[in-house]
């Protein structure tokens, strides 16, 4: 799974969302080298036609409260590949009619053995940023009229490359070809049998990787590495 994402002022994230026509804020964007699930994230999406960048919540399922939102107690800040599909499941409609994209430096994954933390990575791209896939939700709450804006990232089985430092899953990296995202972001495009093909485990960037500590304090632990992409 995805646990933490690294979203920080990168020239190479900027220059990646500018060739995406993606229109940044810097007045609002949110940059933290440590984001946790619940935290407010950075999000492309569509809305009425036109592309934007909001502030979204990274937790799918929100409930409303006396004063705004809070997450649902159901885990939904990751969405599994395998329940896309599934009729009922969180991310269903969701998959079908307000995809999203997460620019990123990188991502984070801790591995557990037995429910117990046994080691932590931090892989960012070697060059420019990446962008993971998403699915994201806009709720209403009914008694204050307030609007809220959630995400999910989408994960697929482990890449092979990265069973070393996650076995249970891996986020949806999507190549940086802009008429794919522009594809992937058009709520007009229901048939997601065309996107079949994405949720297959894949590397679009070289990953430099980064064994640490623990992610509060990030302290390295082995010299970096760099994980080829899987792109000839």
């Known amino acids: 799974m995805c646990g933490r994402l690294n979203v920080i002022d990168d020239p190479g994230v900027i220059e990646l969302c500018e060739g995406l026509q993606i229109q940044l804020f810097p007045e609002r964007q949110i940059f933290s080298r440590f984001i946790r699930a619940t935290n407010q994230v950075s999000i492309v999406w ?8 909001d502030n979204a919540t990274w937790w799918l399922l929100l409930q409303p409260t006396e004063t705004g939102f809070k997450p649902s107690r159901y885990t939904s800040f ?12 969180a991310g269903y409609h969701a998959y079908r009619h307000s995809r999203c994209v997460i620019p990123v430096k990188g991502f984070g994954e801790t591995e557990y053995v037995n429910g117990k933390p046994v080691h932590y990575h931090d892989m960012v791209a070697k060059d420019g940023g990446m962008l993971l896939g998403g699915l994201c939700r806009e709720w ?20 092979p490359k990265l069973l070393n430092i996650h076995t249970k899953a891996s986020p949806l990296m999507l190549p940086k070809e802009p008429k794919l995202v522009d594809t992937w972001l058009d709520a007009s495009v229901t048939n997601t049998a065309i996107f079949e093909d994405l949720l297959k485990p894949r590397i679009p960037v070289d990953l430099i990787v980064q064994q640490i500590d623990k992610p509060s304090t990030f302290n390295p632990l082995a010299e970096k590495y760099v994980i080829k992409s899987d792109v000839s």
């Open 78 to 89: 990751n969405t599994r590949y395998d329940k896309l599909n599934m009729k009922g499941s």
């Open 140 to 159: 209403l709450n009914k008694d204050t009229g307030e609007l809220a804006l959630s995400f999910s990232v989408i994960t697929l089985p482990p890449h």
């Open 46 to 53: 569509q809305k009425e036609g036109m592309r934007r960048m």
